[in-house]
């Protein structure tokens, strides 16, 4: 895990080592440990090393294989060690331990086709001498971010979004499609498109290639979820025990590491199900305690710490407890805003930035986590509504009433999930009466709710969606913004490619049965977690006290929000607080911070500045405050 960046001049002049640096160190909290630079004719490639596999000098960056390539890379290839091996019997020679001289040697003998080979996370661009191009490519799933600006003047790319606005000059402009999408139905990253104008991600599965002789950019898809075809049909016993095994390796792969492992535990099934297979790994290979951190919400409802601690003691896991405080959450506001540099939906986030810096603090430089399980295993309570109108009408009753007694839904909420997640127009209806203050331009159109609520006729077609567009990518998002600005990199074991799509294989029967989501995975670790965690009806993860933190926070927010250029645009009144619910008031507030926090402007200033452009010292943010 590192960060990456480059520029290309497109009038042919020479990348100045100032420039390259300047965008290069906006992502020194992803590289701690080193930096380095490759100079073309027309262009340069930057990166910053976070040493996890090969901690010598071998596994500096950019790394160069014989005259003809060089690459700079973000992540992990955790099948590394299997296919060098293929590789030294096709005669390749290694001078490292490293999986990015892997990566050479593989583009090498298979050319862009080595990352359909690649189990793994990764962001990279390796420059091809001989084609003179610049091959770029971004993991299955999208965990390790790729952004980058085309103008007529420069090609500019970076593993987060500042060092483009960095690179591209000029102002940061609000992309307010995304800023509407955002506050009012509540989606981001769901489009390549960014919250900044001019500034595109590339998408998860696809490659891009740019010619160095024509400045064209060429962007392809190489990657398309699909069950797997090669596994047998099988009951619902071997369909665990399968997938039990699938989730094991991945958990063993992610175990690969030069430096010490830990893992996030909320004390709900995912998490612990990470925590045990992990620790269990740890135990073969090594006389040290596993160590798991655990965010205590608060009271109540919210503290899960019970559950985690049942589980550390079941599989002797050293757990670090935290505890955030009110206090902590209004220093780390600004800082959190900038880290993210997009706006995010839920003080949740600040639970996950706290755990990571946790991480830091006991030396882990790797941490487990088990996002990505409910979109794998239809953990989402919504899930339910597609799964009823999948069933002949006798078992949708059935079900129905089993959903009732094995989730936190009453009967009547069960029904609501079902007319609301099926019928687009009693949720447009709903969130135009919702945002009556809203200028009417922006409640004309909604096509995401129409293409989700048609998605919620098939159960796999829904899946899909929320994996490639409407649930995971922010999450990834959140997680790897939060876990990089404390130099640890996050290891997602649910979505290793091949365990993902033999989990959609699955029948959606052995997923969802007799009314618990995530049937599969409670049975295949039945002895291995404790049946309090995996039998609960009520899932949260590191859920945040939001009432409390934002109720401190409420005078600024309203501020926050009475400045805010963006949303006095989009408002046609003044938002009433008091009849705002929580999560649309810090959808609200979320945008103002970050059009502050980033001086975003709603169209391009006539100026550029360092501040404007996102070229200030990483060491900090741009307002005065503390940074860890």
Same mark, same amino acid.
């Given at each position: 895990? !590192?960060?990456?960046?480059?520029? =290309?001049?497109?009038?042919?002049?020479? =990348? &100045?080592?100032?420039?390259?640096?300047?965008?290069?160190?906006?992502?020194?909290?992803?590289?701690?440990?080193?930096?380095?630079?490759?100079?073309?004719?027309?262009?340069?490639?930057?990166?910053?090393?976070?040493?996890?596999?090969?901690?010598?000098?071998?596994?500096?960056?950019?790394?160069?294989?014989?005259?003809?390539?060089?690459?700079?890379?973000? &992540?992990?290839?955790?099948?590394?060690?299997?296919?060098?091996?293929?590789?030294?019997?096709?005669?390749?020679?290694?001078?490292?331990?490293?999986?990015?001289?892997?990566?050479?040697?593989?583009?090498?003998?298979?050319?862009?086709?080595?990352?359909?080979?690649?189990?793994?996370?990764?962001?990279?661009?390796?420059?091809?001498?001989?084609?003179?191009?610049?091959?770029?490519?971004?993991? %299955?799933?999208?965990?390790?971010?790729?952004?980058?600006?085309?103008?007529?003047?420069?090609?500019?790319?970076?593993?987060?979004?500042?060092?483009?606005? !960095?690179?591209?000059?000029?102002?940061?402009?609000?992309?307010? %499609?995304?800023?509407?999408?955002?506050?009012?139905?509540?989606?981001? *990253?769901?489009?390549?498109?960014?919250?900044? *104008?001019?500034?595109?991600?590339? #998408?998860?599965?696809?490659?891009?290639?740019?010619?160095?002789?024509?400045?064209?950019?060429?962007?392809?898809?190489?990657?398309?979820?699909?069950?797997?075809?090669?596994?047998? #049909?099988?009951?619902? +016993?071997?369909?665990?025990?399968?997938?039990?095994?699938?989730?094991?390796?991945?958990?063993?792969?992610?175990?690969?590491?030069?430096?010490?492992?830990?893992? !996030?535990?909320?004390?709900?099934?995912?998490?612990?199900?990470?925590?045990?297979?992990?620790?269990?790994?740890?135990?073969?290979?090594?006389?040290?305690?596993?160590?798991?951190?655990?965010?205590?919400?608060?009271?109540?409802?919210?503290?899960?710490?019970?559950?985690?601690?049942?589980?550390?003691?079941?599989?002797?896991?050293?757990?670090?407890?935290?505890?955030?405080?009110?206090? *902590?959450?209004?220093?780390?506001?600004?800082?959190?805003?900038?880290?993210?540099?997009?706006?995010?939906?839920? /003080?949740?986030?600040?639970?996950?930035?706290? =755990?990571?810096?946790?991480?830091?603090?006991?030396?882990?430089?790797?941490?487990?986590?088990?996002?990505?399980?409910?979109?794998?295993?239809?953990?989402?309570?919504?899930?339910?509504?597609?799964?009823?109108?999948?069933?002949?009408?006798?078992?949708?009753?059935?079900?129905?009433?089993?959903?009732?007694?094995?989730?936190?839904?009453? /009967?009547?909420?069960?029904?609501?999930?079902?007319?609301?997640?099926?019928?687009?127009?009693?949720?447009?209806?709903?969130?135009?009466?919702?945002?009556?203050?809203?200028?009417?331009?922006?409640?004309?159109?909604?096509?995401?709710?129409?293409?989700?609520?048609?998605?919620?006729?098939? =159960?796999?077609?829904?899946?899909?969606?929320?994996?490639?567009?409407?649930?995971?990518?922010?999450?990834?998002?959140?997680?790897?913004?939060?876990?990089?600005?404390?130099?640890?990199?996050? %290891?997602?074991?649910?979505?290793?490619?091949?365990?993902?799509?033999?989990?959609?294989?699955?029948?959606?029967?052995?997923?969802?049965?007799?009314?618990?989501?995530?049937?599969?995975?409670?049975?295949?670790?039945?002895?291995?977690?404790?049946?309090?965690?995996?039998?609960?009806?009520?899932?949260?993860?590191?859920?945040?006290?939001?009432?409390?933190?934002?109720?401190?926070?409420?005078?600024?927010?309203?501020?926050?929000?009475?400045?805010?250029?963006?949303?006095?645009?989009?408002?046609?009144?003044?938002?009433?607080?008091?009849?705002?619910?929580? &999560?649309?008031? +810090?959808?609200?507030?979320?945008?103002?911070? +970050?059009?502050?926090?980033?001086?975003?402007?709603?169209?391009?200033?006539? &100026?550029?500045?360092?501040?404007?452009?996102?070229?200030?010292? /990483?060491?900090?943010?741009?307002?005065?405050?503390?940074?860890?």
């Amino acid at each position: 895990m !590192c960060g990456i960046s480059g520029v =290309v001049n497109k009038n042919a002049s020479a =990348v &100045g080592r100032k420039a390259i640096k300047a965008i290069n160190d906006l992502a020194a909290h992803r590289g701690p440990d080193g930096e380095g630079f490759f100079f073309g004719k027309q262009f340069a490639l930057g990166h910053r090393r976070l040493a996890i596999l090969d901690l010598s000098r071998d596994g500096h960056q950019p790394m160069a294989y014989g005259k003809r390539y060089v690459i700079t890379f973000s &992540g992990e290839i955790f099948n590394y060690l299997e296919i060098r091996e293929q590789l030294l019997l096709d005669g390749y020679r290694f001078s490292s331990e490293t999986d990015t001289e892997v990566i050479l040697c593989a583009y090498d003998k298979w050319g862009t086709a080595c990352v359909e080979r690649f189990n793994g996370m990764w962001a990279f661009c390796l420059y091809d001498r001989e084609k003179d191009i610049l091959f770029c490519s971004r993991d %299955r799933f999208g965990i390790k971010p790729f952004y980058y600006s085309d103008t007529p003047r420069r090609f500019v790319f970076g593993s987060e979004i500042k060092q483009v606005l !960095c690179g591209k000059g000029g102002s940061a402009v609000a992309n307010v %499609r995304a800023v509407r999408d955002f506050l009012i139905e509540g989606y981001s *990253d769901h489009t390549r498109e960014t919250f900044f *104008d001019g500034v595109s991600a590339l #998408a998860a599965g696809h490659n891009l290639v740019y010619s160095l002789r024509s400045h064209r950019v060429d962007e392809r898809r190489y990657y398309t979820l699909t069950a797997r075809d090669d596994l047998p #049909a099988l009951d619902e +016993w071997a369909a665990s025990e399968r997938f039990l095994a699938e989730l094991h390796r991945s958990v063993a792969y992610r175990m690969r590491s030069d430096v010490k492992v830990g893992t !996030c535990l909320s004390g709900g099934l995912d998490s612990s199900a990470i925590a045990a297979l992990s620790s269990a790994v740890t135990r073969a290979t090594s006389s040290a305690r596993f160590q798991a951190i655990h965010a205590k919400g608060g009271s109540g409802r919210l503290d899960e710490s019970g559950f985690a601690r049942d589980l550390a003691a079941k599989c002797d896991i050293d757990l670090f407890v935290i505890e955030p405080s009110v206090d *902590d959450f209004i220093e780390a506001i600004d800082e959190v805003v900038y880290c993210q540099e997009e706006p995010f939906a839920t /003080p949740s986030i600040f639970m996950q930035y706290f =755990v990571f810096q946790k991480a830091k603090q006991i030396g882990c430089k790797v941490v487990l986590d088990g996002q990505g399980g409910d979109e794998v295993l239809l953990g989402y309570e919504r899930y339910y509504s597609a799964y009823l109108r999948s069933l002949p009408w006798h078992a949708a009753i059935r079900e129905f009433f089993s959903i009732t007694g094995h989730s936190r839904l009453s /009967p009547r909420e069960v029904l609501g999930y079902l007319l609301y997640f099926s019928v687009s127009r009693i949720r447009i209806a709903r969130l135009k009466r919702k945002f009556a203050y809203v200028r009417p331009e922006y409640l004309l159109r909604f096509p995401n709710i129409a293409n989700l609520n048609a998605a919620c006729r098939n =159960v796999r077609a829904l899946q899909r969606m929320e994996i490639e567009r409407f649930q995971l990518p922010h999450l990834l998002r959140y997680a790897d913004r939060n876990s990089m600005r404390h130099s640890v990199e996050a %290891r997602l074991p649910f979505l290793d490619h091949q365990l993902v799509e033999a989990a959609f294989a699955v029948s959606t029967r052995f997923k969802i049965r007799n009314g618990w989501t995530k049937h599969i995975l409670r049975v295949a670790l039945a002895g291995l977690v404790p049946d309090n965690i995996l039998w609960r009806k009520v899932k949260l993860g590191f859920e945040a006290p939001d009432a409390a933190w934002l109720e401190a926070a409420g005078a600024d927010m309203q501020a926050a929000i009475g400045r805010s250029a963006i949303v006095k645009h989009m408002c046609k009144d003044k938002p009433d607080f008091d009849k705002i619910d929580r &999560g649309t008031l +810090w959808r609200l507030y979320s945008i103002a911070k +970050w059009e502050a926090i980033y001086s975003v402007q709603l169209t391009a200033g006539a &100026g550029e500045s360092p501040r404007s452009s996102g070229c200030s010292n /990483p060491n900090r943010t741009p307002h005065p405050i503390r940074m860890n």
